[in-house]
């Protein structure tokens, strides 16, 4: 179900070079035992920027976010690394079109690092079998797409941050309801009617935070999908954890077609 012989030992091969090779830097290739550099990690473009606490949007101006307060999204937050622009835009599409299954680790740990700052209270992690510990868990790919690149590149990532944040990882938690999705060249407001029930979440999560984890967020139509259908289990609590969200300019301009129009 995983994608077959050739995912399998892709995975294996990335696990094994994770754990024994001295690692550097995916970045500037330097020295680093984890696989990003605090330098590189600090310098990503917009790893500082201010966010909209709910969607992971950066913000100039002001911190209101309009998308947000007009149709508010099943999840609570959003936790991005840094905006989707070199070199996280060049590592996101190594690790899913190059198949280079060796760079979600890397990414993984950065990315629980900010989760970890964005939420000190998880820290330290929760004890190992906590029932009410949150769940780790990644937006699915399609049975194509799986057979196609071998590997499920938001569960790889999602594999690190669970094991640095000492978390349960289920990666069964969201299920597609349909083979397909609809085309990247949609606008937010037709992307968004278009996945309407794409997930369901066929366990129940009475009460329990599930996290999901996936590389790139832009118009947050298909986090705002797994997210109904995880609340709609019975989550209390959504927190999106993203490799890569697209900057303001472009998701503005992706979700312009669809935004309500609104006075004041
Ligand atoms: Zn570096
Ligand atoms: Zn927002």
Redesign the pocket.
Known sequence: MQGGLAGRLRRACARLVDAWLPASCIVCGGASTDGMCPECEAALPGHAAMR??????AWARSPR?T???ADP?GFSA?VALADYAPPLERLVHALKFGRDAALAPPLGRALARRLEAAFPDHAPPAAPGDPAAPIVTAIPLSVARLAGRGFNQSLEIARALARARRLPLDHRLLARTRAGMPASTLHAGERRVALAGAFTAPRPLAARTVIVVDDVMTTGATLRAAAAALRAAGAACVINCVVARTPQSDARRDARPDRPRRTG
């Open positions: 909209c606490a709910r969607c992971g949007l976010c998308e947000c307060e999204p959003t």
